[in-house]
């Protein structure tokens, strides 16, 4: 028998929890489109009441997207400006390389998405009614999807900064 299995769990749970470790930026965006489309009659209802504030979602948007560009943008013009030897030295490792990949992803995600979220905060869809067509209720939640996906790519970032550490 295997040390390894009796000490970490069985091969199969540990393949599953690699498995949505690796995927966790596409999964849980997967998972909030679900639960969307599930409850979109009870969130449009929020939305048409005026309970709910659809100003404010995109204006948070477009602020958060904003902030994270920055951000991301700094880190990235850090590793670019940098001659440290630390810098140096890290630069040819595979986490690096990993992390320089997903901050430019989530830094172009990031500015997709404040250009995107711009335009809602000047005219958002109004939600109707009609679930089957209802423009407002397919823009709010492409965005919160979208929002989703780049937070989560944000996270990788992060991720694999903590990965970057232990390695260093």
């Not at 949505?20 to 489109?33: A, K, Q, T, Y």
């Not at 997207?65 to 040819?92: D, N």
Request: proline share 4%; hydrophobic share 50%; with cysteine.
């Amino acid at each position: 028998m295997n040390i390894a299995i009796t000490s970490e769990g069985s091969p199969v749970v540990l393949n599953v929890y690699r498995f949505l470790r690796r995927n966790l930026e596409s999964i849980v965006p997967l998972g909030v489109g679900a639960i969307l489309i599930w409850q979109q009659p009870s969130i449009s209802a929020n939305f048409i009441s005026k309970d709910w504030d659809i100003d404010a979602f995109y204006s948070a948007v477009f602020d958060w997207s904003s902030i994270q560009a920055a951000f991301l943008f700094s880190v990235y013009a850090f590793f670019l400006s940098r001659s440290e030897p630390f810098i140096q030295a890290i630069a040819k490792t595979q986490p690096f390389t990993e992390l320089r990949r997903y901050v430019l992803r989530a830094l172009s995600l990031s500015i997709l998405l404040s250009l995107i979220s711009l335009p809602l905060l000047v005219s958002a869809p109004d939600f109707e009614q009609n679930y089957r067509t209802d423009f407002g209720f397919i823009a709010f939640s492409g965005i919160l999807v979208f929002l989703t996906f780049t937070f989560m790519c944000f996270v990788k970032v992060i991720r694999v900064f903590h990965k970057l550490e232990r390695y260093s």
